[in-house]
């Protein structure tokens, strides 16, 4: 699924430059499951950012699928994105106005997915994440966790090939940090995608089947044959 070769990403701030990611080399396969840590400051959203196609490194390649997302059209990178990759942030980055279904129904839209099938797949979404009798509520309505629910509907109505999460259940409390966990993993289970997530948590990084531990834009990979 990705191939990481010597991806160096490079930041310059007036005289001072920065080695966000300096020489990753990385390979992660269809269905994988792939916890990233480390200190902050140390890369880990760089190199989210990479996986997603949200931002190109300074070099290197990073190959999705059988293609370098670094040197692809910004509008070759954006379908690439609508159609395989699913986000879900910290904070959960939902539209304050519309409601759960049309904020999950927004990711169906790049895809010219309309009317009543956009409204259905976006309800069988919510459903699939405990949401069911929610769908007209606004996010503020409804409490932290059943908003991350929402932001997770929305990462996979399209069917993704990828969800990446950063930091997902950074803004929770322990017991719906323990939820959505048991969401997502569940979710990864049954969709056979692959997963990769940053986060602090050494509780949640324990238990994730690969280890990519990344300082200073170095990284360091461990296989747990536990979980
Ligand atoms: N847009 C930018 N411009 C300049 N420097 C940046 C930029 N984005 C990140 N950096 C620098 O690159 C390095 C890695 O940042 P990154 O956000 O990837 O770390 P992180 O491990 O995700 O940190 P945290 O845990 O604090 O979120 C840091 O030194 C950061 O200051």
Redesign the pocket.
Known sequence: MYELRDVT?R???GKET?D?LDGVDLTIGDGDRLVIQ????????????MLGGLDRPTSGSVVFDGTDLATLSESKLTKVRSENIGFVFQSFNLIPTLTALENVETALVPLKVQGRQRRERAAAALESVGLAERLGHLPAELSGGQQQRVAIARALVKQPKVLLAD?PTGNLDESMRDEIMEVLESLWKEHGLTFIM?T?DSTIAKRAPRLVT?RQ?RITVQENANS
């Open positions: 990403k930041y310059t701030r920065v966000a480390g200190p902050t400051g140390g890369g880990k959203s760089t190199l989210l950012q930091e940053v602090h990344i834009g």
